[in-house]
């Protein structure tokens, strides 16, 4: 397939599901949450892109945390630059201007420190941008994402979080902004392609330090996404067909709606009495 | 493992099934439908083995269906004399004393001839064992099977199917028998160790002249067998993860007990006015 009719096709997918899902609406805020690495990127400029071409009136912004590791100075460049080349305002944040550390915290609270970072990122990405008047958050999960994390909560039997397989998560709460996935039918590959074909430069996966690639916290994680590629090559169209299949399957998981709390120390949504973003903060200092 | 601590381990696994799902009750008379293959095989010896070693009141006898082509004269004979082994009295039904010949059958109503042989077999299991009087019939469905089943009936959102993933399916309709695969948790290779340790004659799975293997008809399914094989290397107990995940999975999509109609023809339960068994033999007259 050639340059064009890649990234057409590409676009094709990613704008099937912005409209069958409804993700981006008149008068919307979107705030992309954006990592510098392919994915991200890519949700970020097809975003860009439907806006352009439907001319629908929505507002697009890049989001990132800035982590304060060594490597991150360049990470932050690498975003500013596709902003610029995406015209789109950027909000950096960075942890230490929360008072965070989060090789400290890991230490201090002894869990993988992927695990705190996981639970910080989570909650400044919902909180930074509602303050700042979003209306959803996209991120770049991509089809092998969810075709992976399908299998590893199918095998631990945890079917609500199948539930959460969804191009779009409605809010459940008044501070929990919509989570929207774009490029839930598009694969990681096609992804980078993407990026590489338009030129847009973006970071390695593996630039954090703590990668789980480098850090080996989970080794099975990468033979699962080689096990999907293996399966695709004699089975074509396995990987759409999966997805689809995921999403129409997760409707069959979804709960009663929780009854979703307000976190004690801080206001934010939670689903227990102290968030884990405040019992994170609480426990590392506790230790000191 | 040597060979007597993989019997012990391998008969551990099959009595788990069989007590926690309750497959065997007192008063029960369970026929075990047998092709003479290393699953169906495993399937009656395992069960008799049960039978013994617990003394419960119950029953077993051997079924077979005898197909008439050229190559099942061995296979009958195979049977016979697991069924001597076993201490097991046999019931052989030949297709052509209910006037088939499954050769003619499938050319005339143009449907591939495993599709009729499914129908056929599926009636006539339940059919003749009830009438003599039997009140589960046994199968010899492994783990495996189970588990590229799953992935064929999720890519094609066959949800309701996946329903009937469990070791032990009960009756819907008083015509219908209850059935039971006491196999759930062991893998064909298993199945396969299992008869040659103990020296029980069976026949190869291809036997039939129009097995899948030779015939083609679906050429993905080996690699399917193939694939869960090569997980299960880099990701040990994932197989019995998966297949005890699908047993879970399975209760989200119970169907609302579906109304079991009476075939008009037959007088045997269907789902629609008239059973798939009865269609077919109609189908092929008409077309004579």
Redesign the interface.
């Known amino acids: 397939m050639n340059r064009k009719r890649f990234v057409d096709s590409y676009l094709k997918k990613v704008f099937r599901v912005i409209k069958n899902y409804r993700l981006v609406e008149k008068k919307d805020k979107i705030f992309v949450a954006v990592s510098g690495g392919k994915d991200s990127t890519a949700a970020l400029f097809s975003l860009k892109k439907f806006i352009e071409e439907t001319t629908i009136d929505c507002e697009l912004k890049v989001f990132h945390i800035n982590f304060d590791l060594p490597v991150w100075k360049d990470v932050e460049k690498v975003i500013k630059k596709q902003a610029e080349l995406a015209k789109v305002e950027t909000v950096v944040i960075h942890l230490k201007d929360f008072g965070i550390s989060l090789e400290e915290i890991a230490k201090k609270v002894r869990r993988p420190i992927c695990s705190c970072c996981g639970v910080i990122k989570r909650y400044l990405m919902n909180k930074i941008p509602r303050e700042m008047g979003a209306t959803k958050i996209a991120t770049g999960h991509n089809m092998d994402d969810f075709i992976v994390f399908f299998f590893k909560n199918?095998?631990?039997?945890k079917?609500e979080w199948i539930a959460k397989f969804k191009p779009l998560l409605p809010s459940t709460h008044p501070k929990m902004l919509c989570k929207i996935r774009p490029l839930f039918e598009v694969s990681r590959d096609e992804n980078e392609k993407f990026c590489k074909i338009l030129k847009i430069p973006f970071v390695r996966e593996d630039v954090c330090p703590y990668s789980y690639i480098k850090y080996g916290l989970d080794k099975?994680r990468e033979?699962w996404y080689q096990?999907i590629d293996?399966?695709e090559k004699?089975?074509r169209n396995?990987k759409i067909?999966?997805i689809?299949?995921i999403e129409?399957?997760s409707n069959?998981?979804r709960q009663p709606p929780e009854e979703i709390k307000t976190c004690l120390k801080c206001g934010e949504p939670s689903s227990q009495e102290v968030c884990g973003f405040c019992k994170i903060l609480m426990e590392s200092k506790e230790k000191i």
């Open positions: 199918l095998l631990s039997q079917f099975n033979k096990t293996g399966i004699w089975n396995f067909s999966m689809r299949a129409k399957m069959y998981f």
